[in-house]
């Protein structure tokens, strides 16, 4: 298989054209402005292939749920505030069932921030985001190779449990080179059945969220609420790296992730044995496996880009069995492995364990 | 082994493609490897810069905030960047246009005029190309076949005249250092 | 054996309306099933019903139907239409969906000349939600937001959507009718026949404005309602062919034929 060098932005617009995708619908925003320019190029190549820049982030998403209620595998990608103005759309997805694939490559916020990288959408993400009770699939890519592996495997998920999936990358992993081998996608299995393509002679379908007798929704509510036990107990991924011997296991995500790897290693130079524990879903959110590697293990730091948010899920998981601290860097600043090595120092006493006034 | 280098310059002047044929090179020669350029509103018509991290291991972070190596292309890229470069490590300039003298003692300076170069060969817009052959030689990073067949590849020119005189900047570059040392 | 002169339209569902007595959605709705069984588009329409008093627009229509957010109608049409451009694809709103919170998708569906149908039902009011005022009000109107009647410094003037929505190059077919009268109501199935007919075609957006009863917020009755529409709703949105841009391609065709 070749290996190439790409951008994370391209890696996603290949992975996902070479997944099926056949729709994608966007409005430009940095720092993801490669992937509808990506799209625009590939879907015009493309049999059957649709290309639409969208007058607005809105519009955008619902022209995705058109196109998946049409049939077609349907994409479309935006950053932080864009995502926000797509919750609608999101929240309809998940009511009517219907498969997309989101891409939200964050930047600094709230408000327009801006477009650095950073990891303060992960409540927006992971815990609704849109109105109403529902979840989505998000996973958090670390390397170009899982941008574009999980953004084909999105495709499939979203598909197998018909509910929008959303890669929770950022504008770095967007910006940045990487070398990435694309695997060959699965072929796609989704029934003709959920498609809409008129009644021809037969009875007639309806896709509708709207379900005014409050029995009828709560059953709507707990059928989809039993597809999202499903999904947390068939789909839940993470990574660990170095957790074998370690006394203090550091908690990171995506690029989070990456800053950890390499503070890492240097606290293993420096004598310090760290491990790494990486939610690849972030929801379903690995809660079982975090709070298994609390039973051996006392000390848990979790580190994000942002002012601490998937540290409550770290906390709702290890639930007191262990010392949890917290090193955060908001805004768009992408610390140094060498930081973050030096806070664990700071923050990890040998005989106290970690030491948190967070 | 872990090396990063920033390159930076005008807008134009092919930041960029040396370090994305860097990059590519040293992916060729089986290296792990990240390209980063700087993005957004703030480059447009300013400079531009990226950073490009090569390794025998996996790449932590793409970001250089102490760079092993510098190459700048003009003066306000040598201003900005040049308190980052770790001590000890390689300052490349293009002499050519950059007149003010770096304030850093502590590096190792290498002076090329590669504008001038370049235009003596007939194209000054291989100034960069030039400033590789000499980063090369001094750092070692990827062999220089391998890097001339990987900037073939990214700059996706099938024209003989264009390879060709890629491949002479090359060399002048890398020539000229060893005339000097 | 006795012909059968009237029936119910194959594409609309047995079911009984829940709209207002003397509400146009009704009508209109009968219409446009004619229209799909006229033209025997049933098993290839798919149509998407707004946020409003037709919410519920797929209890009565026998075709595929899926719910759009308020307002995003036309944004749901172009995902499926350009995925499926075989099928004929209608988006039914009202004045709120369309000329408020939907103006910018309405706006650039129509722009890009997307080959879509739009009922556009336009009430000067919020219907569903209790009767506010809506961008169709007329100046001076009361609403239920609009106490002492529609004030131009406050809120501005009634949007003529099919006026603007005619300007824009990528729209084939724009007309204004209404539903007060019999008359009317054939000018209007006429109109809905050809903007489906014009999608058929494929000569881009077709939209059909629809001036439409609602006695129940108006605070009429349904004569009094239709009157209105004759003596002031229709004084704002004068009725006709905004555009019929085949029509007049093929006029000037024959203009240039003859001599």
Same mark, same amino acid.
């Given at each position: 298989m070749n290996k190439v060098l790409m951008q994370g932005n391209k890696i996603i617009g290949e992975a996902a054209i070479r997944a099926g995708c056949r729709f994608y619908a966007g409005y430009p925003i940095t720092p993801q402005n490669e992937i509808p320019e990506y799209m625009s190029e590939r879907l015009r190549q493309e049999e059957g292939g649709v290309f639409i820049q969208s007058e607005s982030e809105v519009a955008a998403i619902h022209m995705v749920i058109g196109a998946s209620a049409a049939g077609a595998r349907a994409m479309t990608s935006s950053s932080s505030p864009g995502i926000s103005l797509k919750q609608e759309g999101i929240s309809s997805m998940a009511a009517c069932e219907l498969p997309a694939v989101i891409i939200n490559m964050m930047r600094g916020g709230p408000g327009l921030g801006n477009i650095s990288a950073a990891q303060g959408d992960y409540f927006q993400a992971t815990k609704g985001g849109g109105h109403g009770d529902y979840r989505i699939i998000v996973l958090g890519p670390d390397s170009a190779q899982e941008l574009a592996d999980l953004t084909m495997e999105a495709f499939d998920l979203?598909?197998?449990?018909?509910? =929008?999936?959303? #890669?929770?990358?950022?504008?770095?992993?967007?910006?940045?080179?990487?070398?990435? #081998?694309?695997?060959?996608?699965? =072929?796609?299995?989704? =029934?003709?059945?959920? #498609?809409?393509?008129?009644?021809?002679?037969?009875?007639?379908? &309806? #896709?509708?969220?709207? &379900?005014?007798?409050?029995?009828?929704?709560?059953?709507?509510?707990?059928?989809?609420?039993?597809?999202?036990?499903?999904?947390?107990?068939?789909?839940?991924?993470?990574?660990?790296?170095k957790a074998d011997d370690a006394e203090l296991i550091l908690v990171a995500y995506g690029t989070g992730a990456r800053i950890a790897k390499g503070a890492i290693k240097r606290l293993r130079d420096l004598g310090l044995r760290a491990g790494l524990f990486r939610p690849i879903t972030l929801w379903p959110f690995p809660t079982n496996e975090l709070r298994d590697l609390a039973k051996k293990i006392e000390n848990f730091l979790v580190f994000e880009m942002s002012t601490g948010k998937m540290v409550e899920d770290v906390r709702l998981a290890i639930q007191g069995r262990a010392r949890i601290g917290f090193h955060g860097r908001p805004g768009g600043v992408v610390p140094t492995p060498v930081e973050l090595a030096n806070v664990v120092m700071r923050k990890y006493d040998r005989k106290e364990g970690i030491i948190d006034h967070y | 082994m872990m090396v990063k280098t920033i390159f930076s310059g005008f807008g134009g002047q092919g930041v960029l493609m040396m370090g994305y044929a860097l990059a590519h090179g040293a992916m060729s020669a089986g290296y792990h490897v990240t390209f980063l350029p700087a993005y957004g509103a703030e480059v447009r018509g300013g400079t531009a810069n990226c950073t490009v991290a090569v390794s025998d291991d996996e790449i932590a972070s793409p970001i250089a905030s102490k760079p092993d190596n510098i190459v700048v292309l003009n003066a306000p890229s040598l201003l900005t960047f040049q308190n980052r470069l770790a001590p000890g490590g390689a300052l490349f300039l293009n002499s050519s246009i950059i007149a003010v003298?770096?304030?850093?003692?502590?590096?190792?300076?290498?002076?090329?005029?590669?504008?001038?170069?370049?235009?003596?060969?007939?194209?000054?817009?291989?100034?960069?190309?030039?400033?590789?052959?000499?980063?090369?030689?001094?750092t070692g990073l990827v062999p220089p076949d391998i890097f001339l067949s990987s900037m073939e590849t990214v700059m996706g020119s099938k024209k003989k005249s264009v390879i060709e005189i890629n491949h002479k900047a090359f060399a002048a570059g890398y020539e000229f250092l060893k005339i000097a040392e | 054996m006795m012909k059968k002169v009237f029936g119910r339209p194959r594409s609309m569902k047995k079911n009984i309306f829940h709209y207002c007595a003397g509400c146009g959605h009704s009508i209109a709705h009968r219409l446009?099933?004619?229209?799909?069984?006229?033209?025997?588009?049933? *098993?290839?329409?798919? *149509?998407?019903?707004?946020?409003?008093?037709?919410?519920?627009?797929?209890?009565?229509?026998?075709?595929?139907?899926?719910?759009?957010?308020?307002?995003?109608?036309?944004?749901?049409?172009? *995902?499926?239409?350009?995925?499926?451009?075989?099928?004929?694809?209608?988006?039914?709103? *009202?004045?709120?969906?369309?000329?408020?919170?939907?103006?910018?998708?309405?706006?650039h569906a129509a722009n890009r000349g997307e080959n879509i149908t739009v009922v556009f039902i336009n009430n000067a009011v919020y219907g569903m939600t209790g009767g506010q005022m809506a961008p169709t009000s007329m100046l001076g109107q009361k609403t239920t937001t609009s106490p002492v009647g529609r004030d131009i410094v406050l809120d501005g003037y009634p949007i003529q959507v099919s006026e603007i929505f005619s300007l824009l190059p990528g729209t084939a077919y724009i007309e204004r009718c209404t539903v007060n009268s019999p008359a009317s109501i054939l000018k209007t199935r006429k109109a809905i026949r050809k903007a489906f007919q014009y999608q058929i075609d494929g000569l881009g957006f077709s939209l059909v404005e629809i001036l439409s009863p609602c006695p129940t917020n108006w605070k009429m009755t349904p004569i009094e309602s239709c009157r209105w529409i004759d003596e002031v709703m229709s004084k704002s949105f004068p009725l006709g062919v905004l555009k019929d841009l085949p029509a007049a391609e093929q006029k000037q065709k024959r203009g240039e034929q003859t001599p």
């Open positions: 979203a598909d197998r449990y018909r509910t =929008p999936v959303m #890669i929770l990358a950022d504008g770095m992993m967007g910006q940045m080179m990487e070398p990435v #081998i694309f695997k060959t996608p699965k =072929p796609r299995d989704y =029934p003709e059945s959920f #498609i809409m393509k008129g009644a021809g002679a037969g009875k007639s379908k &309806i #896709i509708r969220g709207l &379900i005014l007798d409050p029995l009828d929704m709560e059953e709507h509510n707990w059928t989809l609420d039993r597809k999202y036990q499903v999904i947390a107990q068939n789909e839940t991924r993470h990574e660990l790296y | 003298e770096p304030s850093r003692h502590d590096v190792r300076i290498f002076k090329i005029p590669s504008s001038e170069l370049a235009e003596k060969l007939g194209n000054p817009r291989t100034a960069n190309t030039v400033m590789m052959g000499a980063f090369l030689k001094i | 446009i099933a004619e229209v799909i069984d006229e033209l025997d588009i049933r *098993g290839i329409t798919i *149509g998407i019903p707004p946020a409003g008093c037709a919410v519920l627009a797929y209890n009565y229509f026998d075709v595929d139907m899926i719910e759009a957010q308020h307002g995003r109608g036309p944004a749901t049409a172009t *995902g499926i239409k350009r995925v499926l451009p075989d099928r004929i694809v209608f988006s039914y709103q *009202g004045d709120g969906d369309l000329a408020a919170i939907g103006i910018a998708e309405s706006f």
